[in-house]
């Protein structure tokens, strides 16, 4: 399985972006999908994670009443939809999928079994 995400760039702050990343290979499931993030010098973080039904969704503190993440089976496909972007938002922005359902806790990276290279998202002040 290969995950490649999309949609990073340069915005203001206030802005918005979109991301999205597509699952692709054979023979697999997506159950939960995660986003991560990593700024400059720091560790990786948890951003938002999306149940396998598409009806439950999780999101840090720092990005919850901004970010919004979607899923589309059909297209084997996780968005995040990124609003009132701030400078802090700055990182790379990782995705990642569950192929097997596990009881990990969806915030942890040993959650996920795949994940994708990354895409750069710059917030100017």
Not at 18 to 28: D, I, P, Q, T, Y
Not at 55 to 77: G, H, L, W
Request: include cysteine.
């Amino acid at each position: 399985v290969q995950l490649q995400a999309s949609g990073g760039g340069l915005a203001q702050a206030g802005g918005s972006l979109r991301l999205s990343c597509v699952a692709s290979g054979s023979n697999f499931r997506t159950y939960v999908w995660g986003w991560f993030r990593q700024a400059p010098g720091k560790e990786r973080e948890f951003v938002a994670a999306i149940s396998w039904t598409g009806t439950e969704t999780y999101y840090s503190d720092s990005v919850k009443d901004r970010f919004t993440i979607d899923r589309d089976d059909a297209k084997n496909t996780v968005y995040l939809q990124m609003n009132k972007l701030k400078p802090e938002d700055t990182a790379v922005y990782h995705c990642a999928l569950e192929t097997r359902p596990s009881s990990f806790d969806y915030r942890g990276s040993n959650k996920y079994d795949y994940w994708g290279q990354g895409t750069l998202v710059t917030v100017s002040s």
